[in-house]
């Protein structure tokens, strides 16, 4: 319950962050909980933040009708820290229309939501407990033993055939002009046992490094996300997002580190990224103050531990009343993950994927207590679902007129490479 007419109140623990987040993943507890690692967390000197605990929770899936205005009202009536997922599924309550062919395994919420009981706050030499008062703080003590690495029985649900064939299809649709950009995704499914997802988590975000890392335990669900990609951000009045289109790999030799990140200033990349940007400028355009949509990066090339990307960045000016649903319903989802027009793309990679998305390419985020918020992109991850030991790794990319089906195919790979590298 919401500890009505108090503020939550800060205990300093004085101890090595690294290590306390480690005993916090070392848990085997029934506790839900939710991760953010990096998130440009340290330009104001946090080096993690974790929700830890349920005081208030939203969920809104086909089992518990809700609607956009009760989520606004939700998210209005609660001045606090908010944090949670979005599913890919939402665009069917956003768009009716859509067609949703494939089953959801995972049984994941459209939307849930929670406010942490405690907000774990990692400085340079403290951990933050922000609480409310009479909240017990729990110790977190090392529970792990030697961590040995899990191996999961990672099986592609495509044969390569059937992918090249299915590429050619969505060439065909853009050669005929249904379409011109669409996100086409593959998936590797494992049913062994992941014990202590978190712990994995822990060991895998050591070797990817990537800037919109998250984990969290809700429900069934364990999410191990090393996302390189930002899908919305809020500042006071302003509204980022810095999609990503175009990806190579790194090197350890120099020379061939530097050839790889040069390969992506080629036309069929570049090409990808212009159309997402025209995507999502269209999308912030619908809620965004007029003439103040304006694009701040194009197709930049940043460097991540496993791959080179293309990153742009596009920002708006949206008015101050603005809801959270009306941002969701002009952005959701991302343009990086659909294609366009939306609608086309969206409906035809549920056509011909061989899986149903669930959780992957939506997004994960937090609220703080102003209103502001930042939400990622899940990709580069692995969804585990404890109720049966089933585990997921999604991959995917653009197509274009430009796109050659072997090279698309080596790409998804690369995508999911290293994730899958690791469980073996």
């Known amino acids: 319950m919401i500890h009505c007419g108090s503020k939550r109140i800060i205990t300093i623990i004085n101890t090595n962050t690294e290590e306390f987040r480690k005993n916090i993943l070392s848990q085997n507890s029934s506790t839900d909980y939710l991760l953010f690692d990096n998130w440009q967390l340290s330009q104001k000197g946090i080096q993690w933040m974790l929700g830890w605990g349920k005081l208030d929770q939203f969920i809104w899936s086909e089992s518990v009708p809700n609607s956009f205005s009760q989520f606004d009202n939700w998210l209005n009536s609660h001045q606090d820290w908010k944090m949670g997922?979005?599913?890919y599924d939402l665009k069917n309550q956003i768009e009716p229309i859509l067609l949703q062919k494939n089953t959801n395994q995972l049984q994941s919420d459209w939307v849930y939501f929670f406010i942490p009981e405690i907000l774990f706050v990692a400085r340079e030499h403290w951990v933050e407990a922000h609480h409310y008062p009479h909240t017990t703080i729990p110790s977190f003590s090392a529970e792990e033993k030697d961590y040995i690495r899990p191996q999961l029985n990672f099986a592609l649900q495509i044969t390569h055939h059937e992918y090249i064939d299915r590429i050619h299809q969505l060439i065909s649709h853009i050669e005929k002009g249904d379409l011109y950009e669409i996100n086409y995704c593959i998936?590797?499914?494992?049913?062994?046992?992941?014990?202590?997802?978190?712990?994995?988590?822990?060991?895998?975000?050591?070797?990817?490094?990537?800037?919109?890392?998250?984990y969290f335990k809700l429900n069934n669900i364990h999410l191990l996300c090393n996302s390189p990609e930002r899908f919305l951000k809020k500042d006071g009045?302003?509204?980022?997002?810095?999609?990503?289109?175009?990806?190579?790999?790194?090197?350890?030799?120099?020379?061939?580190?530097r050839k790889s990140k040069e390969s992506l200033n080629n036309e069929k990349d570049r090409s990808e990224n212009i159309m997402t940007i025209d995507l999502v400028r269209n999308d912030l355009s619908k809620i965004a103050l007029k003439g103040s949509v304006k694009t701040t990066e194009i197709a930049a090339t940043h460097s991540f531990k496993q791959v080179h990307q293309l990153v742009s960045s596009i920002e708006c000016q949206i008015p101050p009343q603005t809801q959270f649903s009306d941002i969701l319903k002009a952005t959701f989802p991302m343009g990086s993950m659909t294609g366009a027009p939306k609608i086309n793309a969206m409906n035809l990679s549920e056509k011909?994927?061989?899986?149903?998305?669930?959780?992957?390419?939506?997004?994960?985020?937090?609220?703080?207590?102003?209103?502001?918020?930042?939400?990622?992109?899940?990709?580069?991850?692995?969804i585990h679902?404890?109720?049966?030991?089933?585990?997921?790794?999604?991959?995917?990319?653009?197509i274009t007129t430009a796109s050659v089906a072997e090279a698309e195919w080596k790409e998804s790979h690369l995508k999911a490479e290293k994730i899958l590298q690791f469980f073996q």
């Open 85 to 87: 997922y979005i599913n």
């Open 237 to 257: 009045n302003t509204l980022i997002s810095q999609p990503i289109k175009g990806t190579s790999s790194r090197f350890e030799h120099p020379e061939l580190d």
């Open 352 to 382: 011909l994927e061989t899986m149903h998305r669930d959780i992957y390419s939506g997004s994960v985020g937090y609220f703080q207590p102003n209103g502001d918020f930042d939400f990622n992109v899940i990709i580069r991850s692995l």
């Open 385 to 398: 679902f404890s109720q049966n030991n089933k585990s997921y790794v999604r991959a995917g990319g653009a």
């Open 187 to 214: 998936e590797w499914q494992s049913d062994k046992e992941l014990p202590l997802p978190s712990m994995s988590y822990f060991h895998l975000k050591k070797e990817m490094e990537a800037p919109f890392s998250c």
